[in-house]
Every structure is written in structure tokens, then in C-alpha cells.
């Protein structure tokens, strides 16, 4: 049936993306020549994720320190902890794991270097076993079974395909191994912050390496197969952006 609220809704987001898109039609042009691409991949996003994520754990630092708080109940049975953490950009979070953390780094973008070798310098109660360039969904050289955590924070936004990271997750945990998670996530239906959502998403994309803003994450971690669920609908405010909601939590295989 037709919904007049609806069409006008959608109408107003259709032209407000129009109204983006000549806002930035530069970085349009650039994208259409295959230019902007290899720039934001080498050289925007690393100084922009660098910048971000200094502001960013300064809101979600006491929401972090609660959410690894477990991490120690995953030890192996040795006493180590075999850490994965898909996705590491620059290392933020490597702060919150504990002395003696064996940890194994993945991201598709290699070119966040510099910074991850300054969080690398800051955090030497841990050892860092291996750099994979590597997808998530894809972490054949990981060993199934070998890992006790997987780390995953602000990173299922920009995959195809969450559930495909997920399957991963689970074949390289160990049985009873968690896999930890903090995502900005899609806002409430009803509300005006999923509206500037949806206006800004291609925009938001495009610049920011993929980034989706309206994506319903918490929904590919109730349909993976993990034996416990550990999720909670929270906040993290950054101010002037369109991603405070979040999901956060573990899951156990
Ligand atoms: C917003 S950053 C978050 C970095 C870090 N996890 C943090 O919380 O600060 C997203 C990271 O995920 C990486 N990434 C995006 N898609 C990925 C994929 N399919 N597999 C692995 N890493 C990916 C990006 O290169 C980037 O380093």
C-alpha cells in the first residue's frame, strides 16, 4: 500500500545523497578514473584510521577494558593465549590484552605500518607471533583449532560478507575458544540517526574503505553456529558522527 510518509522519506534521502554527491564530486571523478581507490587504500585511510582511532578509544577505552575483562578465562589448558585478531589497522587494541598474549595480526590493508609499529612499541607485554595480509574471510593459513581468541572491532562494517568471517572464526577457535567483537551498527528503525544513515551511506563508503553504516551485524552473529551469544546493544558517542550505536560482546565456539 502506499505510505505518502514513506515516498516523502525516501524521496528526501535520494535527494540529500544527490546533494552529497556534487557536495564531493571530485572524489567521485577520481573513484570513476580507478584513481581514488589506491589513494585511500595507501595513503587517506591509514592517516585517517590514525587520527580516528586516537578520538575513538578515548569514548570506548572503558567499554574495551569491560569487554576483554574475560579474556584470561580462554587460556588453553598450557596457560597461553593464542590471540587472532582480524582486521588490526593499527593495533588499538592491543592495550587490553594480557602479558604473555600471543598474538596473530590480519588485515587486507598493509600499509598501516607506521602506526601499528608505535602501538607495537607501546605494548611489549605481548608477543607478536605473525603479520598475515590477509582477508578474514579467507585465513587459510591459520591452523583450525589453533586459536583460543579472535578479535574483531570495527571491521564487519566493511566486509561482503560478515557471515563468511565468521565460518572463519569458528574453524581457527579451538573448542570453547570466544571470539570478541565491538561494531557500529545500523540505528533504530524509528529514528532520525538511521535517516542520516541512510543518506550518508555511498558517501560514507565510498571515503571511508567500504565502511557501511546501516549494516544489521548483531543479525550474522545470532545465525553462526557458536554454542553461546554474549551480545549487548550500547553506545560508543563520537561526536558529529552517524555510528554510535553499537553491538559489543563474545561468542563462544
Ligand atoms: C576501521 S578499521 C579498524 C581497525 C581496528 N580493528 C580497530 O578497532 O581500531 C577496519 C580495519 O579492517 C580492515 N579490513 C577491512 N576489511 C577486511 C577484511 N575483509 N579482512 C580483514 N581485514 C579487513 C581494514 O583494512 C582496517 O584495518
Known amino acids: 500500500m502506499f505510505c505518502p510518509a514513506l515516498a516523502m522519506r525516501e524521496a528526501s534521502i535520494l535527494f540529500l545523497r544527490a546533494c552529497l554527491v556534487l557536495l564531493i564530486l571530485p572524489i567521485y571523478i577520481l573513484d570513476f578514473v580507478g584513481l581514488w581507490q589506491p589513494f585511500c587504500k595507501g595513503v587517506f585511510f591509514p592517516f585517517f584510521l590514525d587520527k580516528f582511532s586516537a578520538a575513538y578509544e578515548k569514548k570506548a577505552k572503558g567499554q574495551k577494558q569491560e569487554l576483554f575483562r574475560s579474556l584470561p578465562d580462554f587460556k588453553s589448558p598450557s596457560g597461553d593465549l593464542n590471540l587472532l585478531e582480524i582486521g588490526t589497522g593499527c593495533g588499538t587494541n592491543f592495550q587490553f590484552y594480557l602479558p604473555g598474549c600471543k598474538i596473530t595480526c590480519t588485515d587486507i590493508n598493509p600499509s598501516f605500518q607506521q602506526s601499528l609499529l608505535r602501538n607495537m612499541g607501546k605494548n611489549q607485554h ?18 583450525s583449532g589453533s586459536m583460543d581468541a579472535v578479535v574483531c572491532t570495527l571491521v564487519l562494517c566493511s566486509v561482503q560478507n560478515a557471515s563468511s568471517i565468521l565460518k572463519e572464526a569458528l574453524r581457527v577457535l579451538r573448542p570453547g575458544g570466544a571470539f570478541y567483537f565491538l561494531e557500529h551498527v545500523a540505528a533504530d528503525r524509528s529514528t532520525w540517526q538511521l535517516f542520516w544513515q541512510q543518506v550518508l551511506y555511498p558517501t560514507w563508503k565510498l571515503i571511508f574503505g567500504g565502511c557501511c553504516l546501516t549494516k544489521e551485524t548483531w543479525k550474522a552473529l545470532e545465525e553462526a553456529s557458536f554454542s553461546e551469544l554474549h551480545l549487548q546493544h550500547t553506545t560508543v558517542m563520537m561526536p558529529w558522527t552517524p555510528i554510535h550505536p553499537h553491538i559489543i560482546g563474545y561468542a563462544v565456539k
Not at 608477543?127 to 591452523?143: I, M
Open 126 to 143: 605481548l608477543c607478536y607471533e605473525r603479520f598475515l595480509v590477509a582477508a578474514g574471510e579467507d585465513l587459510h593459513q591459520v591452523p
